[in-house]
């Protein structure tokens, strides 16, 4: 996969990106706005030894069909991962900046923290949540989640900081297939910390509307892909506007950003690609694609690599240098174009300007 074709000639390209503006910073989430419950009312007790996974559930389940919002104070809470923390409709975790969700070492390969299934408007803020990977007592499968979001609209994850899951720090998707396909809308994460996860940073299958801006995916290291994010619905079904924004990625095992088939209106705009051991970013086969105004620097192989029958590409006003340190110098200038930028035989539409490389001969 690593290993692409020669550069081949950009032509114009017309990907086909969304008319209006879907994206927000600040987007309308409907949470119950008369219900609060403190999870310590519950029985929860923080201390780094009890099981609070009933306690988080019954403060979520205490609140009205309105919704509202659940407290959870400085502390450490252990959870049981296999049941995990369900979310309700209308329903805000509030996490205080010392709060700390820590998963009870499991043997499964498959669980999750906290759910986010088939519901609307929901909001995960602050604290920061830990997995297992240190202490699982398995070694088969790559499922273990921090926030998994299902078939869910309206939700935002925002200053929340996870590490050291089995699986994926976020993972956001869909439930069934076909007709029948329900995928997550609307999805906002924000000033989040996903670092040292096992298999991806954020995995994003089939959906629309996921906004991912002012984050660090970082030191994904363990079961492959080991992306920062990692967009890949392929047969699942459809993933059509997503916008990277303002991120950091950064040691990283894999590649910063991978991106496969069956996706559509992707913006990579104005992210830091440094230090990951694969590409930059790397589209194998992805369609309709806008990289721009990023800095994508020392990645270990090209900063930016469009393979297989990827199509309708706009790489504009980057700043793509001293990357392929698996063979050359960091602190080296010049040296190919495809240092920096490889674009296989098979790509087509693929349309360069504006972007400087490690060779300033090769400047567009």
């Known amino acids: 996969m690593l290993a692409l074709a020669a550069l081949a000639v950009a032509v114009p390209a017309v990907p086909a990106f969304a008319a209006t503006q879907w994206w927000s910073a600040t987007p309308q989430v409907q949470i119950g706005k008369d219900a609060k419950v403190n999870v310590r009312n519950k029985g929860a007790k923080g201390d780094g030894v009890h099981n609070d996974t009933a306690a988080f559930q019954a403060a979520i389940d205490s609140l009205p069909a309105s919704?509202?919002?659940?407290?959870?104070?400085?502390?450490?809470?252990?959870?049981?991962?296999?049941?995990?923390?369900?979310?309700?409709?209308?329903?805000?975790?509030?996490?205080?900046?010392?709060?700390?969700?820590?998963?009870?070492?499991?043997?499964?390969?498959?669980?999750?923290?906290?759910?986010?299934?088939?519901?609307?408007?929901?909001?995960?803020?602050?604290?920061?949540?830990?997995?297992?990977?240190?202490?699982?007592?398995?070694?088969?499968?790559?499922?273990?989640?921090?926030?998994?979001?299902?078939?869910?609209?309206?939700?935002?994850?925002?200053?929340?900081?996870?590490?050291?899951?089995?699986?994926?720090?976020?993972?956001?998707?869909?439930?069934?297939s076909g007709r029948y396909l329900k995928v997550s809308e609307n999805v906002t994460i924000l000033n989040v910390v996903s670092d040292h996860n096992r298999?991806?940073?954020?995995?994003?299958?089939?959906?629309?509307?996921?906004?991912?801006?002012?984050?660090?995916?970082?030191?994904?290291?363990?079961?492959?892909?080991?992306?920062?994010?990692?967009?890949?619905?392929?047969?699942?079904?459809?993933?059509?506007?997503?916008?990277?924004?303002?991120?950091?990625?950064?040691?990283?095992?894999?590649?910063?950003?991978?991106?496969?088939?069956?996706?559509?209106?992707?913006?990579?705009?104005?992210?830091?690609?440094?230090?990951?051991?694969?590409?930059?970013?790397?589209?194998?086969?992805?369609?309709n694609l806008k990289i721009e105004r990023n800095q994508a620097t020392q990645n270990m192989l090209a900063a930016v690599g469009i393979t297989h029958s990827a199509h309708d590409v706009e790489i504009r006003d980057n700043v793509l240098q001293y990357n392929s340190t698996r063979y050359m110098s960091a602190a080296k200038s010049g040296g190919g174009l495809d240092r920096d930028l490889q674009i296989g035989s098979q790509a087509y539409r693929v349309s360069r300007a504006g972007n400087t490389y490690s060779n300033p001969k090769y400047n567009d």
Do not use: C
């Open 199 to 287: 298999r991806q940073g954020l995995s994003i299958t089939p959906a629309k509307n996921v906004y991912v801006v002012n984050s660090t995916f970082s030191n994904t290291r363990g079961t492959l892909p080991e992306a920062g994010i990692d967009i890949e619905p392929q047969v699942q079904g459809p993933t059509s506007s997503i916008r990277l924004e303002n991120n950091t990625f950064i040691g990283n095992h894999g590649n910063g950003i991978e991106l496969h088939t069956n996706i559509s209106d992707i913006a990579i705009v104005n992210n830091k690609m440094t230090s990951n051991r694969g590409f930059g970013v790397l589209s194998v086969g992805a369609s």
């Open 67 to 176: 919704g509202g919002t659940v407290v959870v104070p400085a502390g450490r809470y252990m959870i049981d991962a296999e049941k995990s923390i369900r979310m309700r409709s209308h329903t805000r975790l509030l996490l205080d900046p010392s709060a700390e969700l820590v998963v009870i070492p499991n043997s499964v390969g498959r669980s999750r923290l906290i759910r986010v299934w088939n519901v609307t408007d929901v909001r995960i803020v602050g604290g920061s949540m830990t997995g297992d990977r240190a202490k699982h007592m398995g070694t088969s499968g790559e499922w273990g989640m921090g926030i998994d979001i299902i078939a869910s609209k309206n939700v935002v994850v925002k200053g929340v900081h996870l590490s050291e899951f089995w699986g994926d720090g976020l993972y956001i998707g869909a439930k069934g």
